[in-house]
């Protein structure tokens, strides 16, 4: 397995060329983020010296969907049926004792001081200071004793405690039923991991099923946990970093402003705070940050989000051939979904899908199987000569949207689909797309002579 571990995967990017090593001294504030982010999509960066700290940063370890199908050992197409199957048949954990797992060959309960062990990164100019953004952030149901994994941005607020933002899904209920009676709600945050597992933590699914084992199923093996020091935790074995602690109850200290992934700050407000109480971690551990807004953030976010909408969509449109959540809509905020339309008017029930799958998609584009929907220049032309805003629009106004999209009054705005599918009955030249006979087959390269000069071959 090419993503077995943290440091697996990091080899195999080595042996594919996809990993710069930067051992120019960096500074933690901004210039780890900025390096990183120029080499997004690109390749990932391991910085080796960054000032004040002997520990490595790593970022963009999957900033493209051939990293992620890589990871997956699947193609591009792949990837959407292969999550969407790991996520109907998740694979319990092995829990494996203290002498298997890496991350306790050093386990730290006194004296913490997160700045001084961490090289945690301020990102973008605003940001009210260092975060953590790649933490996978573990609680457990305690009825069920089920876990439930999600990222939170992390600011680091004091040497053991950490502001965190925690939105109203699966996390925030368990921290409310714990406030309710009185108590903390355990909680560890885990740091490098496989991309897989990392992917997995993304996963849409319904309250009470564990994350963790949807990465078990897409590895095709139990992921290996342990339990923890000091709280009732079960964290990957093989994870370089993890941070034991917990959710205080009834207290909320300011947090923000961070730059999230749609490229604007979340505000400054009273968020919930976590104490920690442990930290263990790998011989030579490394710390992975994830740069906010970047391919890396926008695809985790996406991946999982596509095969939740594929779903959805086709309990009403069984024709939909794929989906794709562009990184220019935040991965988020647009889908185009193309489809075999059978019957007319089936692309205007994807939309309407595709709205009810989840409030942050705003915009829907619904194209024939035809057009590439991961190439926006191909979208683009479907729009321009197959839609006509008279009959193929669809508004819906004053409905919940994200309240991290700007333009929205708290969340409350405006959703667009356009059916750009072509007329069932539409005369057959029509729509005809041009095409050159034999230009899918030619080598272009059979064709050219890299010797010869326009001297040669005309001569005056
Ligand atoms: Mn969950």
Redesign the pocket.
Known sequence: MRAKTFRTWMQYLQSKDRLAVIDKNVSLQYEVAAVSKKLDGKKATYFTAVEGYSIPVVSGICSSREDFAEALETDQHGIIPKFTEAVASPTPCRLVDHTEAPVKENIILENINLMKMFPIPVHHEKDSGNYITAGLFIVRDPVTRKQ???IHRLQVSGKDKLGALILP???FHLYKQAEEEGRALECAIVIGVDPVTLLASQ?S???????LEIAGSLRGEPLEVVRCETVDIDVPAFAEIVLEGKILPHVREPEGPFGEFPKYYGPRSNKEVVQITAVTHRNNPIFYTIVPAGYEHLLLGGIPREASLFQTIRQTVPSVKAVHMSPGGTCRYHAIVSIKKRNEGEAKNAIIAAFANSFDIKHVVVVDEEVDIFNMEEVEWAIATRFQAEKDLVLVHSSQGSKLDPSTEEGVGSKMGLDCTVPLNSEPMRYLKVYIPGYDEIKVDDYINSEATIKSVHSE
């Open positions: 439930n994994v999600s899904r699966h996390t996963a699914t319904p309250y009470g099923v564990d994350e």
